[in-house]
């Protein structure tokens, strides 16, 4: 993955300001705030553990309240596992933004990543909001894509511009994500915005559907944040008429334009994973459902056996083959099943595949990007999970991680 920032297309109707508050310890830009002209509509997934941050709990109330004018992020403190005074400093930080705005606190809505268990330094919000809303430009996605990283290596954002029945609609979105990424409904941190034109209802249906095959794809190392959240904001700039029928062909449209953008997005953070060396993509064919395909890809792709493997370009298909055993599949037949390293078919009937060879798998291995295929010959499901090796850079980034 470069390091190099793209090229990404303005949004009509969003404006992106960055600048260095100082509440990463590297000095480097950590606040970022998008504003949204009038009449945007945003939708939002957010993470399911339990121990959600403070940031999650008040951007989930206030969008049930309002449509929001303004997203407020920070990178270098998560603001989660802060009790009752995490939720009053993120309501103060709402509140100081939408004082600078000029509209209620109930639409802003706050987003942090970084450590866990550490008050928000809030005199470095109220000196560093004024210095993000000097920078505000159309132009601000690059900027904001660098300044949400935290263990990240390279920015990832994603842009397009897409032909909906006949109408010229803009995408951009940018994400954050390196570890602690296991999500159950999106990455760490994801912002998206179109000019589109859409409903309310219609534009978070597209973005469930989107976060559903992509951002829920994806695991680095089985742990889901405190944090997670991904939105997608509409302007309505865009010369269409408004979207509002789920069966119409200009929906679908746009939900196969958001599902690709998000899945880059989400692709981009696996390549980026802490430590990471390796991109698999763990293929379940012929499941007889859905929970089923994932369970077994998700035993392959979280086993650290696996992963470590992977890292030591060691074909070892024993331990796929272990995995696939222990994902719960009640009367698996393991004579019908078979598996794949790339091209090449390594198990069948119950064993080692005969025309499998130690040279094939070594093979396969040299590859940066390698694709695992279990194939259960039980029903007519398909599903794909993104994952990448374990290295020693992993433990050294997450034993360093607060240093």
Request: with cysteine.
């Amino acid at each position: 993955m470069s390091n190099q920032p793209v090229q990404v297309h303005p949004i009509a109707g969003a404006y992106l300001g960055t600048t260095a508050a100082k509440i990463k310890k590297n000095g480097k830009p950590d606040l970022v705030i998008i504003e949204l002209a009038p009449g945007s509509r945003t939708a939002a997934t957010f993470t399911t553990n339990a121990f959600c941050a403070a940031p999650v709990t008040l951007a989930r109330r206030h969008l049930a309240q309002i449509a929001p004018r303004a997203l407020l992020i920070n990178a270098g403190n998560a603001n989660a596992g802060t009790g009752e005074q995490g939720m009053k400093d993120a309501q103060a930080c709402c509140t100081l933004l939408a004082k600078e705005l000029g509209c209620t606190a109930e639409e802003v809505l706050p987003f942090s990543t970084g450590v866990i268990g550490q008050n928000l330094p809030m005199e470095k919000f109220a000196a560093g909001i004024p210095a993000a809303l000097a920078e505000m430009s159309i132009d601000g996605w690059n900027a904001a894509g660098m300044a949400i990283m935290t263990t990240d290596i390279v920015p990832k954002m994603v842009s397009r511009v897409v032909n909906i029945e006949g109408a010229d609609v803009t995408l951009s979105g940018i994400a954050k994500g390196s570890g602690m990424i296991h999500p159950n409904m999106a990455t760490m941190l994801g912002f998206a915005a179109t000019d589109a034109k859409i409903s309310q209802a219609c534009l978070q249906s597209a973005l469930q559907a989107a976060v559903k095959v992509s951002f829920n794809r994806i695991t680095v190392d089985g742990d889901t944040s405190t944090n997670d959240a991904c939105t997608l904001s509409a302007t309505g700039q865009a010369d269409m008429p408004e979207i509002t029928d789920e069966q119409s062909p200009a929906y679908q449209q746009f939900v196969a334009a958001v599902t690709q953008m998000m899945t880059e997005l989400a692709q981009m953070i696996v390549r980026d994973g802490e430590g990471a060396t390796k991109f698999m993509s763990v293929i379940v064919e012929q499941a007889q459902s859905e929970e089923e395909a994932l369970k077994v890809a998700h035993a392959v792709a979280l086993s650290p056996l696996v992963k470590t493997a992977f890292f030591a370009s060691d074909p070892n298909w024993g331990r796929i083959l272990a995995a696939v055993g222990r994902a719960g599949v009640e009367n698996l037949d393991l004579n019908a099943l078979e598996i794949y390293l790339g091209q090449y078919c390594i198990v069948a009937n119950g064993g080692r595949a005969a025309s499998y060879t130690e040279e094939q798998g070594q093979e396969v291995m040299k590859q940066t990007d390698i694709d695992i295929r279990i194939v259960l010959k039980r029903g007519q499901v398909n599903e794909t999970v993104w994952t990448c090796d374990f290295s020693y850079d992993y433990v050294k980034i997450n034993a360093e991680y607060r240093s």
